[in-house]
Structures are given as C-alpha cells and as structure tokens.
C-alpha cells in the first residue's frame, strides 16, 4: 500500500505558468521529499523538507509542509517545457525508506 | 563522483523464470534500496541493504530476495516469476548521513 497520495493526478499548463500539486500521507514522517520522472526513467531528487520545517526553496521550487493535516505541495513557477514530467511525493519513513504516491502528471504546453 | 547504475536496461522473461538485476552504488554509499514501479503508479519500496545485511522489507513475497557485496553493490533476484512482476524496478542508494536516496535509471522487467 502507499503511503501518499498525490493531487491532482495529471495537470496541463502553458509554459510559463505556475504549476502546484498536492500530497497528503497517513502516519508520522521524518522528512518528505520530491522527485520528478521523466518517460519512466530514474527518479531525480528535487527537495526534501523536514518534518520540522514549514517551507523551503530552491531555485523554481517551493515546498511546505503541513504535519498537522500531513500534507504538501510542491509549486514549480514559470513552467518551461522541460518540467514536463512525473512528479512524486515519498514520505520518509524510517532508515532511508522512502514510501512514494501515486504521482502527479504534468504537462507543459510551448 | 560516479552515480547509481542498474543492469541490464530491458529484459524479457516467461512466466516461472528467474531473474537477476543489478546495481551499482554511488560512490560512498553504503545503503542500496530497490523499488518496483509498475505502469502508472508510485514505487514500492521492496527491501534495503545496509552493510550487506537486509535492513527492512516491504510487502513482497520470499521469492523476492537480495544481496549487498562488500563494495555496497546489490543484486536482486526474483524467481517464479508471475505475469504482476512486470515493472519498472528502482535501486536507490543513500549515504549515512543524509536521507536523500539517488535513483538508478531503472530495469524495465516483461513477464511473458
């Protein structure tokens, strides 16, 4: 079973709009952190934010963090075609295990 | 610094058959995860090494086994293999220090 659940599961946006997504998980989490999947490919990291940690940055990326409603979003702004892509959240379980959602698709429009 | 590598990339087998994937750790890595992704859903985490001990497993059946070598590569070896084992499957790994896990491009399984 999977921990998280992502929102929406797909998104289609013009290039150089904002784009957010959704994850909420069931049970008490260390960290939780981001990847994007391009075609079915290796997962890349993006950002992992800390169950202590409300917001964070980086680069096009915000991330917060809501433990109370165990949920987060991820919002990538000015889009380009090249964050077309599967974005997944993984809640941090214990020891390095990550538990991973269904993801959200995203499309980027020229 | 060299990343994660998996082999092979694609692979074809029939039902009943066994498998062996392979992973190649990050340098400095100690800890190698492997995940099975099926179309259109998230990984599942399958099981972990850490210092060539199994260090947790998900929910998948015995068939389902692993090793970790002394230079922190693994193995993942599946047999009787069922028509449900078709998948992507993941191998991540992680240093000690930090929970962030770095991926492998991924083996891509047909079950047949």
């Known amino acids: 079973s999977q921990q998280g659940e992502e929102d929406p599961q797909a998104l289609s946006i013009q290039e150089g709009e904002n784009a957010t997504m959704n994850c909420s998980y069931k049970?008490?989490?260390?960290?939780l952190q981001w990847y994007r999947q391009n075609s079915g490919r290796g997962l890349v990291h993006l950002i992992l934010i800390r169950s202590n940690e409300r917001e964070k940055h980086s680069g096009r990326l915000r991330v917060t963090l809501d433990t109370s409603k165990k949920s987060s979003s991820l919002l990538i702004t000015a889009s380009r075609a090249a964050d077309t892509a599967s974005y997944f959240c993984?809640?941090?379980?214990?020891?390095?295990?990550?538990?991973f959602g269904a993801g959200t698709t995203v499309t980027v429009r020229a | 610094e060299t990343g994660v590598t998996q082999s092979p990339t694609h692979l074809i087998k029939t039902r009943g058959q066994q498998v062996t994937l392979r992973c190649s750790s990050q340098?400095?890595?100690?800890?190698v995860s492997w995940y099975q992704q099926a179309l259109g859903q998230g990984p599942q985490f399958i099981f972990q090494?850490?210092?060539?001990?199994?260090?947790g497993r998900g929910n998948f059946p015995p068939r389902f086994s692993g090793l970790q070598f002394p230079n922190y590569s693994s193995e993942l070896n599946v047999n009787a293999l069922e028509l449900d084992d078709s998948a992507l499957y993941l191998c991540?790994?992680?240093?000690?220090?930090?929970?962030?896990?770095?991926f492998g491009p991924g083996t891509r399984l047909t079950v047949l």
């Open positions: 090494y850490y210092r060539e001990e199994e260090n």
């Open positions: 993984a809640s941090d379980m214990v020891d390095y295990k990550l538990s």
């Open positions: 991540a790994s992680s240093g000690v220090a930090y929970n962030e896990q770095f």
């Open positions: 049970t008490s989490i260390n960290n």
């Open positions: 340098s400095g890595h100690n800890t």
